[in-house]
């Protein structure tokens, strides 16, 4: 899969960025911009730290992409998907837990009825809510405000870079939307 | 006795850093206008107070300790100038502004930003009886329209607020 940044750091405005960074741990992602039949997006919303972040999450043991895909999607936007097209993969080098995050990521369509979202107990405690947003509130959801918090920033540069991708392919290829 | 008091607002290295979310671009003509500004206050004995921000749960910008919190490092600044560090918006919050503005009654504002801090010293400087010129080419925010909006309503709303390039006030 084609990748599309790498981010460090320096992408925080941080100025130190670990020369050793080959050596942290991995954890792979899959992650998707999930369009509705009414072609808008499912975006998390984390109410208790005011920002908004696309669902998808971590491999579990033995997962495969795929598996690890519909999982965290059903999960935690409750859809069932169909890709549609792939995004790209993004790397991320996070100093502060060493750790090398792969996202891989999907444009996919809502297939069947939504269910409830199964949110895990860390993510009821961060106040994560479903919110469907046109592309473009979801993107100025997740990119505009100017988050505090490491780890929330790294989301930020990721999914803001994700929509903006997604957008692209739309444009591009306006058949991509429902009618 | 010093009657008169020129404030520079967050003048930190965060909004020339790049890669910072408050990057603002080349500061380098307001920096210019700014020690104009500066020197021109010295020289009529008036007493120079720098805020410098620092967010106590920041993990990135304007974090403790990092060099984003810094002041700029070209501004026309004296041993003796005040700086007052602050941990809020309002640079009245938890310092010891109060004690430096005594025996003062007018305040010259310039900094950054427009619509932040300018903002928050600006409107609880007023209400705390000082005459207030704001100069607003020494001020800028993260867009034109911000900055722009938020003088146009500070004046709106308080009209005692006298808001004026740099050109009027040296021609003042």
Known sequence: MKILATFTDQDLGI?????????????????AVILTPE????VMQVKNHGFYKLPGGGFEHGESLEQALNREILEEAGAKIK???????????????????????FL???????????????????????????????????????????????????????????????????????? | MQKKALILVDLQNEFINKKSGYY???????????NQLIELCRNQDYKIIFTQHVELNSEIEFKQGSSGVELISSLARHEDDVVIIKNK???????????????????????????????????????????????ADCCQAL??????????DLKATRE????????????Q
């Open chain 1, 108 to 179: 996919a369509r809502q297939v069947g009825e939504l269910i409830e979202s199964n949110f895990t107990e860390e993510e009821m405690n961060d106040g994560f809510v479903r919110q469907f947003l046109p592309l473009e509130k979801a993107l100025n959801a997740v990119s505009k405000p100017i988050l505090k918090k490491y780890g929330p920033r790294y989301m930020q540069l990721r999914d803001s870079l994700l929509l903006t991708q997604a957008n692209k392919l739309i444009k591009n290829r306006p058949s991509l939307l429902a009618r």
């Open chain 2, 89 to 135: 918006i309002s640079p009245f919050y938890k310092t010891t502004l109060n004690k430096e503005l005594k025996n003062i009654s007018e305040i010259v504002i310039a900094g950054v930003l427009t619509n932040l801090c300018v903002r928050s010293l600006s409107q609880d400087a007023y209400d705390r009886d000082y005459e207030i010129k704001i100069i």
């Open chain 1, 39 to 42: 072609n808008k997006v499912i």
């Open chain 1, 15 to 31: 100025q130190e960025a670990s020369p050793n960074r080959e050596s942290f741990r991995l954890r792979e992602a899959a992650r």
């Open chain 2, 143 to 152: 867009d034109k329209k911000t900055h722009e909006f938020t003088l146009q």
């Open chain 1, 83 to 105: 890709v549609i097209e792939m995004i790209g993969a993004v790397h991320e080098y996070r100093d502060k837990p060493k750790l090398k995050q792969i996202s891989y990521c």
């Open chain 2, 160 to 171: 005692d607020i006298e808001i004026m390039d740099l050109k009027e006030f040296i021609l």
């Open chain 2, 24 to 34: 603002l671009g080349d500061l380098k003509d307001l920096i210019n206008r700014t």
